[in-house]
């Protein structure tokens, strides 16, 4: 090296210049660190610009490097410690942002450990941090002007900003909260979330087709107070994932519902033993005339014959049926017993999806048989004719509470007479972000007595005003302050449907939201005010258009997550799996072992790698030299983490 330059640069950095490196990049180093370690730092020069080396000038042992001092001022900073969740996604940007402005693996590893240390509660293992800076080592820096000591064949992306990820099937969802239920209703609901660990919106949903259960066919409403009336039946369906505690939820609200029902089979136990065996005798009493009628030698014994069989009949007491409010997965056939039996009304709440293969046909030769929940969601009128039974339905009333899998939403929508009839248009969905991995296990906390009495006691207080057998609903109007807000939301609705529209994709479901906001304000009106209320008021009507409100982007969701296809859901899984981890960088085989049990072979976990790297989620697939053979990894965008 030429000696005025060697002594010109010793003068500036205080005499730390090496006189044996004959490579520049090696002509200073830190104080602090080790003699040979020359990939901590960096020699600049600019062609045609002076070179001002201050920029590298370390004032004193312990003080930052520059880069290092910029590329954290570039992160935002935390007023507190760091906690899990968001450890990864700092120190990942923290090591993008030195890796742009030019520093070496080495480097950045230094930094983390620092970083971590002092603003990681609790750290993260050395391991991880390896992984973070071996990750953004790999990429050439930002500046062109830094040299690098990665190849130009081993530039396999340019280290810019990562560009925002479209997360496959996650869209922002509004949390749905329990205090859009009045009283007695939200205080339930809320205590079954806590006591369940589970997102709030599902109780919500489900409290809402519990009073449906119990006053449908009741009850209708009309919005105009003319002919066109809303029934109270509901369908709600909430999407978690398995293992989110669903079944508690249900059972917690419907517990009510299954008291109920049992204390009427016990008082009407007696009854129910009377009359089964007058019937039995009387059918045996018939069987014996007619083998006599049969037997008879003229016409005027057999007349005489006829007119006793007739008198039994006449006599005979009609069956006792107790009262059933709900169900789980049965066929069309079976429901329409069931609505004949029970009023022309009944409820299917469950936590499963079973229901969805049944109405697809998978127990009548693969043939859809939906009409019967179709008009039972309207209240039109159907007949029944079937071999042996033969029955009219004025108004029947059906009931939906859902909460299933998101992967048997994805099913059901692959039977097309589904969609085509309107049938999941129907549906009041929810897909709340699932809180598993997050709760708080030593935490018990109890349904407060008083909250659950108070509940049973409602629900029990409404179904025994049920006058039976029932007959024309109550039709109750809605409220002149009531109506407006009605309106003044279905305008709203109405200006984002139709062709180019906002919601074009999802206009069945939009076309029915205004009357499902019509149901829910006429649940919880009666429900907090009684069976002899006049109208529906305000407060009803303004909490069951904001509920509207937020279902509607979780509708818009549905509908996006039953149209994906195959490689698009097996992407939200590999997803799921990378999120949960929150993992820096992963290798094909890391997942294929993970997820092995949905993907058997390897061509859809290719195919859904390949969809989230053209979502930006991850990086495509690179590979690194170890000396054998080519290692191939996936780095993850940090703002999908």
């Known amino acids: 090296m030429c000696l005025p330059i060697f002594q010109h640069f010793d003068s500036l950095f205080g005499g730390h210049c090496d006189p044996a490196r004959k490579n520049p990049s090696g ?28 920029i590298l000038r370390n004032n004193g042992a312990g003080a930052e490097p520059a880069t290092v001092r910029e590329a954290t001022a570039k992160v935002p900073a935390n007023d507190g410690p760091i906690g899990e969740g968001g450890r990864n996604k700092h120190l990942a940007s923290l090591a993008g942002t030195m890796r742009r402005r030019g520093m070496s693996e080495t480097a950045i590893l230094a930094a983390l450990v620092q970083e971590n240390q002092e603003k990681c509660s609790p750290p993260l293992p050395d391991k991880e941090l390896k992984t973070i800076a071996r990750s953004v080592g790999r990429y050439a820096p930002a500046v062109p002007d830094y040299p690098t000591p990665l190849p130009p064949s081993e530039w396999q992306k340019p280290l810019t900003e990562w560009p925002d990820p479209i997360i496959p099937g996650m869209a922002t969802l509004p949390d749905i909260g329990t205090d859009l239920l009045p009283g007695w209703i939200g205080e339930m609901a809320k205590a079954v979330a806590l006591h369940t660990k589970t997102p709030p919106a599902i109780a919500v949903m489900m409290a809402l087709s519990v009073l449906a259960t ?19 039946a509901l369908w709600t369906l909430s999407a978690l994932l398995s293992g989110a505690n669903k079944t508690a939820v249900v059972n917690a609200l419907k517990r009510a519902l299954d008291t109920w029902e049992k204390l009427k089979r016990d008082r009407m136990r007696r009854d129910v033993a009377r009359v089964s065996s007058e019937r039995e005798v009387a059918t045996k009493r018939i069987e014996a005339l007619k083998i006599q009628a049969g037997k008879a030698k003229n016409a005027e014994d057999r007349e005489k014959l006829r007119a006793e069989i007739q008198q039994e009949l006449e006599d005979m007491p009609a069956e006792l049926i107790p009262p059933q409010l709900i169900t789980t997965s049965i066929t069309a056939e079976t429901l329409e017993q069931l609505l004949v039996d029970h009023h022309e009304r009944m409820a299917i709440l469950s936590d499963e999806g079973g ?14 048989n939906i009409d019967v929940y179709l008009k039972s969601h309207s209240g039109s009128s159907m007949r029944i004719s079937r071999a042996k039974r033969k029955a009219f339905l004025d108004r029947p009333a059906l009931t939906f509470g859902l909460s299933i899998q998101p992967e048997v939403l994805v099913d059901s929508a692959k039977t097309k007479r589904f969609r085509d ?8 969905y929810v897909l709340p972000k699932s809180n598993v991995g997050k709760r708080n296990v030593r935490e018990i906390v109890d349904i407060p007595e008083t909250i659950r009495a108070a509940w049973e006691a409602n629900i029990h207080s409404l179904l025994d005003s049920m006058d039976l057998p029932i007959g024309a609903p109550k039709v109750i109007p809605l409220g002149d302050e009531a109506r407006e807000c009605w309106l003044d939301f279905c305008e709203k609705v109405e ?10 994709h999802m206009t069945d479901w939009t076309s029915k939201l205004p009357g499902a906001v019509v149901r829910m304000a006429g649940l919880m009106h009666i429900a907090m005010h009684g069976a002899h209320t006049t109208s ?16 509607t982007k979780h509708a818009d969701a549905a509908f996006s997550l039953m149209g994906a296809t195959k490689t698009e859901g097996d992407a939200m899984h590999v997803y799921r799996w990378i999120k949960a981890r929150g993992v820096a960088e992963f ?17 859809p976990l290719s195919a859904a790698l390949k969809q989230l790297a053209h ?27």
């Open 27 to 54: 002509l200073y180093y830190l104080p602090a660190c080790p003699y040979d370690a020359s990939d901590l730092y960096r020699l600049i020069s600019r062609v045609g610009a002076l070179f001002d080396p201050s």
């Open 214 to 232: 119990v006053l449908q066919r009741r009850f209708e409403v009309a919005p105009w107070g003319n002919s066109y009336t809303e029934t109270l």
């Open 355 to 368: 229901i969805f293969q049944t109405m697809s046909g998978q127990y009548s030769g693969g043939v859809a």
């Open 421 to 428: 009839s309107g049938l999941l248009a129907r549906f009041l």
């Open 495 to 504: 200006a984002n449907q139709g062709e180019g529209s906002k919601y074009e």
């Open 536 to 551: 529906i008021g305000l407060d009803s009507m303004e909490r069951a258009v904001m509920l509207g409100r937020l279902l």
């Open 587 to 603: 290798t094909k085989r890391d997942i294929h072992k993970a997820l092995q049990g949905r993907f058997r072979t390897v061509e």
């Open 615 to 641: 979502q930006y989620v991850i990086s495509q697939e690179l590979t690194t030299e170890t000396g054998g053979r080519p290692s191939a990894y996936h780095l993850v965008n940090p703002k999908a983490l």
